[in-house]
């Protein structure tokens, strides 16, 4: 494969197909020891390590990505190891600050950025090191709907006013479709299935990659038919809720009535406090103010405030699946994993094991039974951190981004699983960006602002 | 007023670090009540905000005491003893040894916190990396990874209420704790090696000498920041040596 100055690529597979690895490399960061390597990877003609700075990388995690603490040092970062002059740096600054559409302080604190704003930072800390090439991991694969667009177009506007190459490897082919002027599909066991033009690849190739959970415009995910169900009871309600992770409340969403059988969705612009009303209803979080106030068909006997319930008490009630799967992770199989909800309700060992196994098989899981949770892919670990909640089948099930960063694939198939839950008789909260998602899922939606 | 909020953060630890190095020489009442003295007539010019001085120095303040009562009970035998039980004894040598201690960790102390409050972790890098020549890879990576702290804490909340929404947070505390401690590390291990990545993208870590961003100033103010120090520790031994309690400890 050969890629020529100037061109904008973008680079599509199933997981596991080496995207990210191709960008490492191609960046010059992976390490002899990190794995084998064969055959040669040539930029400019030579090893890319030996070009500190001809190649930018730009990842997907916005918070691993911020170096320092002040927007203008971290944009300088790049240029004073490649030992260019001071006045040289400053000039360089502002112009790729410029070039990113980041019109902030230079001493402004890094960490007091959106997840949108920290991608262009990184950005123009790439752009200052006046690259040749950028490579871009999935860049806004954790962004909200507004934050993709201000990445996106970020990069349009720097591949225009600089001419670099770009190489971009992202699911969702909407996004970039109309940017790039190529597209390369890497195939699991190597090499390339397909090389062409977006609409050349997209009209040949677009149903089976489709099928492999990239994200095709013409090709949409199925949504599940929804059945129509009967009046309901109510099992949580909210009285002037004021939610925080401190004592200060950020957000005061109107009065609640949670019904069962029903689809909630909470939508909101980033840092309207969706994730920690979640947390609240879910009786993870004291309410700063107000109340939330479990009706007896919820409650079952525990006391009308969730949070004072035990944590044994939370398992058959209420289940919070968190935005990082990663932070709920407990065990090193996924067996296991999926038998500490069970356990801790005292259920006798094979009664366990027919949830444990009904649930590997249902979402997927069963051939990575005896794999260490924090080995699976993004998607594996989105559908085993939903399936421990489900293991110990709790009246309501709360989710912070379920579908962040997933492949069309697991999209549908959690969008499936969460329906089917819904018409048999749970109710769903799910914090959402994802307005596909909201649209086939949600029987109600609350806006924060 | 005197602004101290702007002198190179490498000064002020000198300065601190001379003021202390007069003072652990000796074991008297008088250099630390001397440079006490000092140390609070300067710290009433540098124009800190009284409430901010009181909450950020509490620690000192309660410190000092705590160290003076252990010192007070258990410390030097000497003259007449006044109380005795067990183990404890207070008696001449041990009050004027627990008065010496109290002073000399409000002088130490106080003006460690005062000069620190208004330190930027990254003017100090800075200064370390181009001043006292601190190898870049050292302090850079030190700095990013007191930027991380605050992600820390915020995993360290996310895995306490995820422990609750699993069903184990009632029972085993601390083996639930040492669990959380473990997964903290795992996952601070792999933002670790994702900011590694970033970084070296960026071309850290590279054979090409590396040049600064912003200069560490060091001028007529950073000679005044040291030559201050060094005068309370002066004055201070100086008043001790002339009252005669002026006691070296080492040797």
Known sequence: ?449 | MISIASVNPVAKLGAGLIVSLFLIVTIDGVSAGTALVLELAIIAFLGIEPKRFWLRTLPVWAAAPLTALTILLYGRYDGTVYFEFLLISISDGSIELAIATFLRVLAIGLPAVVLFISIDPTDFADGLAQRLRVPDRFVLGALAAVRMVGLFLDDWHSLELARRARGVADRGRIRRIAGQGFALLVLSIRRGSKLSIAMEARGFGGDTPRTWARESRWATAEWCTLGVGTLVGLIATVVAVFTGSWNLIVG
């Open chain 1, 1 to 449: 494969m050969r890629i020529e100055p100037g061109e904008r690529v973008l680079l599509l597979g199933e997981s596991g197909a080496g995207k990210s690895t191709f960008l490492h490399a191609l960046a010059g960061v992976v390490g002899d020891d990190e794995g084998e390597a064969e055959g040669s990877l040539l930029v400019d003609g030579e090893h890319p390590a030996a070009h500190r700075g001809r190649t930018g990388l730009v990842i997907q995690d916005p918070d691993s990505q911020v170096i320092l603490e002040r927007v203008g040092d971290d944009v300088a970062f790049g240029c004073e190891n490649l030992g260019v002059p001071r006045d040289e740096i400053w000039r360089r600054v502002h112009h790729s600050l410029d070039q990113v559409g980041l019109d902030v302080a230079l001493d402004r604190n890094t960490s007091a950025l959106s997840g949108g704003q920290k991608q262009r930072l990184a950005l123009a800390g790439v752009l200052a090191m006046q690259p040749g090439l950028i490579v871009l991991d999935e860049p806004t694969a954790n962004l909200d709907p507004h934050g993709v667009t201000e990445v996106r177009d970020a990069v349009i506007r720097v591949a225009e006013s600089t001419g670099a190459t770009i190489v971009v490897v992202e699911h969702r082919v909407s996004v970039w479709s109309d940017v790039v002027n190529r597209v390369v599909v890497l195939a699991a066991g190597g090499g390339a299935i397909a090389d062409g033009t977006p609409s050349d690849v997209l009209s040949r190739q677009g149903e089976e990659l489709a099928a492999r959970g990239v994200w095709v415009p013409q090709f949409p995910p199925p949504r599940p038919q929804r059945m129509t169900r009967p009046a309901q009871e109510t099992l949580l309600t909210t009285h002037a809720l004021g939610v925080g992770r401190s004592k200060r409340a950020v957000a005061h969403p109107h009065d609640l009535t949670i019904p069962s059988s029903h689809a909630l969705a909470i939508t909101g612009p980033n840092g309207s406090g969706k994730s920690t009303l979640a947390l609240t209803l879910g009786g993870l979080l004291a309410p700063v103010s107000g109340a939330v106030v479990a009706r007896p068909m919820l409650a079952a006997g525990a006391g009308e405030h969730p949070i004072r319930w035990k944590s044994r008490e939370l398992l058959t009630r209420i289940g919070t699946v968190f935005q990082d799967p990663e932070h709920q992770l407990l065990t090193s199989t996924v067996r296991a994993e999926l038998e500490v909800g069970p356990r801790a309700l005292g259920l006798d060992k094979a009664e366990v094991d027919v949830r444990v196994d009904e649930l590997l098989t249902r979402l997927r899981l069963d051939r990575l039974a005896n794999a260490n949770p924090f080995t699976l892919s993004g998607g594996e670990k989105r559908r085993l951190s939903v399936a421990t909640s489900l293991a110990t089948r709790p009246r309501m099930l709360v989710l912070d981004e379920p579908t962040f960063g997933q492949d069309s694939r697991t999209w549908s198939e959690l969008l499936a699983l969460l329906a089917r839950l819904v018409d048999e008789g749970s109710t769903v909260v799910a914090v959402s960006h994802d307005r596909e998602f909201v649209d086939a899922l949600a029987d109600s939606t609350v806006t924060l602002t």
